[in-house]
């Protein structure tokens, strides 16, 4: 079993270390984000109890690995279109191969596909590192920040509105020790960074199979992975 507090220090240690990979060099931060999808596509099946979950977790996969490579040979996102296509077709595929009779067809095909984006997602911090590594130091430590008050004891609203007041907080001042940020924009990725990681808390806790050790890494990966965006928006704009 993993409570809540075991799966915001998961997530704070592994952006934690995503930044000192960030730091060593774009080679690190690739095999680092490629470990980070494959034990998220591990557990994510678990996490929403789904039919066939090593074939999900095949396909998303597949789809991280994939989406990396694609970003690092055309340093930007121009490939993740067909790679998300990709991951959808092989979803389905999974699908006909299956011998179980193919109970919940629709649920498993829509998890499936989820777990594809998110993985994509993740491979924003990969990209905005290419031209804007303090970006991503910046959303690594934003999420250090709000992983670190989701881990206090306190009821489900309080923990997250203290989460995103941290993280937004740390933001804003990452962002005044880099000028070619500054501190409104790193306000602002700091908001969203809070936000998503109080909405994965008081998400992920509602979830029957989170206290289960792979469904708990993948609820304590997700924030991460899913972050990937916002951080390669404020990426191409500093």
Do not use: C
Not at 104 to 114: C, G, N
Not at 133 to 162: D, F, K
Not at 206 to 229: D, I, K, T
């Amino acid at each position: 079993m993993m409570a809540a507090s075991s799966r915001a220090v998961l997530t704070g240690a592994v952006a934690g270390l995503l930044a000192l990979a960030a730091w060593w060099g774009d080679v690190a931060l690739a095999v680092a984000l490629v470990a980070v999808g494959v034990v998220y596509a591990f557990g994510w099946p678990r996490l929403v109890d789904i039919p066939s979950k090593r074939g999900s977790w095949v396909v998303v996969t597949l789809a991280t690995v994939a989406a990396l490579a694609s970003a690092w040979w055309t340093e930007g996102i121009d490939g993740l279109a067909v790679v998300v296509a990709g991951g959808v077709i092989a979803s389905f595929v999974h699908q006909m191969a299956r011998k179980d009779g193919r109970p919940r067809l629709t649920e498993t095909v829509s998890a499936t596909v989820t777990g594809i984006l998110v993985v994509t997602a993740g491979v924003g911090w990969l990209v905005a590192a290419f031209t804007a590594l303090e970006v991503v130091l910046l959303g690594a430590a934003a999420l250090v920040a709000a992983s670190a008050a989701t881990a206090i004891p306190a009821r489900g609203p309080v923990v997250g509105a203290v989460a995103a007041v941290a993280a937004t907080a740390v933001g804003a001042g990452v962002g005044l020790v880099f000028p070619m940020i500054g501190p409104v924009p790193g306000l602002l990725l700091g908001l969203v960074v809070g936000v998503v990681m109080a909405l994965s808390h008081l998400l992920f806790n509602e979830f029957p199979a989170v206290g289960h050790r792979r469904a708990a890494l993948a609820a304590g990966l997700m924030p991460l992975l899913s972050l990937g965006a916002p951080v390669l928006v404020l990426g191409s704009f500093v």
